[in-house]
């Protein structure tokens, strides 16, 4: 079965930066683009980015864009979020996702448990 | 960006009733619009995708509807473990965004 497992999350400053990992099992990882929402405490869903398949092709909400990266490494079933210049409202739950349909980015069908950011100045 | 509206924020509903929570778009998705599950200290479940057609094993008391803007997630005779929050998506374009969430919560 499909298993996704956020890791790297923690308490840090404003400013500063933290890399959050995704490692992947149960489905063919290179066919599947990958996402990362995230939750503020108390509040709803935001979609954060989403990568591509094969990694070529990258988008972001705006609040982040120029300050997270998303990348994947398919040899390893892991995706990535670089995330410099953390700001108290990036605060929250990330979780990683796996989009529906292969080949596409769309929906998410399959999420990982999530992993806690706190930025605190 | 795409805006998306759910209504009503809380829905008070006794067990064994009917529900039907709204989605509204703030321009045609067409029919790219999922519906998710949360419940507290869990991540969302997939419910909904193409705004009608069910995730596996979802159960038969839950359906979609709808197209362009206007939306409705119906779960017709509510089981306690219905008792969630649930969001509307679009995917239709960049970026995707969710609704505020509708808290179903037993009356």
């Known amino acids: 079965q499909v298993q996704l497992v956020e890791s790297g999350g923690g308490v840090v400053q404003t400013g500063s930066s933290l890399r959050l990992s995704c490692a992947a099992s149960g489905f063919s990882f290179n066919t599947y683009g990958m996402h990362w929402v995230r939750q503020a405490p108390g509040k709803g869903l935001e979609w954060v980015a989403c990568?591509?398949?094969?990694?070529?092709?990258?988008k972001y909400v705006d609040s982040v864009q120029g300050r997270f990266t998303i990348s994947r490494d398919n040899s390893k079933k892991t995706v990535y979020l670089q995330m410099n210049s953390l700001r108290g409202e990036d605060t929250g739950v990330y979780y990683c996702?796996?989009?529906?349909?292969?080949?596409?980015?769309?929906?998410?069908?399959?999420w990982g448990q999530g992993t806690q950011v706190t930025v605190s100045s | 960006e795409i805006v998306m509206t759910q209504s009503p924020a809380t829905l008070s509903v006794s067990p064994g009733e009917g529900a039907t929570l709204s989605c509204r778009a703030s321009?045609?998705?067409?029919?790219?619009l999922a519906w998710y599950q949360q419940k507290p200290g869990q991540a969302p479940r997939l419910l909904i995708f193409?705004?009608?057609t069910g995730a596996t094993d979802l159960p038969a008391r839950f359906s979609g509807s709808g197209s362009g803007t206007e939306f409705t997630l119906t779960i017709s005779s509510l089981q306690s473990e219905d008792f969630a929050v649930y969001y509307c998506q679009h995917y239709y374009n960049w970026p995707i965004t969710f609704g505020h969430g509708t808290r179903l919560e037993i009356k």
């Open positions: 321009q045609s998705v067409s029919s790219n």
């Open positions: 990568i591509s398949y094969e990694g070529s092709n990258k």
């Open positions: 193409d705004a009608s």
């Open positions: 996702a796996k989009n529906g349909p292969p080949y596409s980015g769309t929906y998410q069908d399959n």
